[in-house]
């Protein structure tokens, strides 16, 4: 199978890569020699920035920021993390990055992201996002409606 390449995947495009549960949105790239370190294996710091592009994505896609600098698009932040690396890749290796809601409360809703390659998961990077208002208050913003309703039908994420 041909693997399109920075393309939302089906459900069944990534159970055929071995994703055993499909995610709401997941995507397929290369890893590419400006990815890797002196141990000529993928930089810590970029699954960071793959996951990155990915909440950005998914961001635009379930309607809570366009980015695009206008209206009144909430701040999305990062409130904590948690990352676990757990297999190495390497220069010219296909991997998919995958990214779903799994919990939400009020103004905050984690999400769920991961690395996956040759039928393995080598990255899984847990976080909880925060929304706040775009004034530059620090005031929290509570999560449209519409985007709750999309966590629990297309995400399957529960309110917590």
Known sequence: MTIPYHTPLSADQQRSLG???PQ????ADRVRF???DTLNHVNN??????????????????GISTYGGEGAAPRIVIRSGEIHYRQEMVMDEDYVATCGCTAF???????????????????????????LYPDGSGR?????????ERF?????ATPA
């Not at 710091?45 to 998914?58: P, Q, T």
Request: aromatic share 10%.
């Open 19 to 21: 994703i055993e549960t």
């Open 24 to 27: 709401p949105l997941a995507m």
């Open 34 to 36: 400006s990815e890797l």
């Open 45 to 62: 710091s970029r699954y960071m920035e793959w996951f990155e592009r990915m909440r950005v994505r998914y961001s635009q896609e379930c």
């Open 105 to 131: 409360r009020n103004t905050s809703y984690t999400l769920r992201q991961e690395i996956w390659s040759g039928g393995t998961i080598r990255c899984t990077f847990d976080c909880v996002l925060v929304l």
């Open 140 to 148: 929290r913003m509570p999560i449209p409606d519409a985007v709750r």
């Open 152 to 156: 629990v039908a297309v995400d399957g």
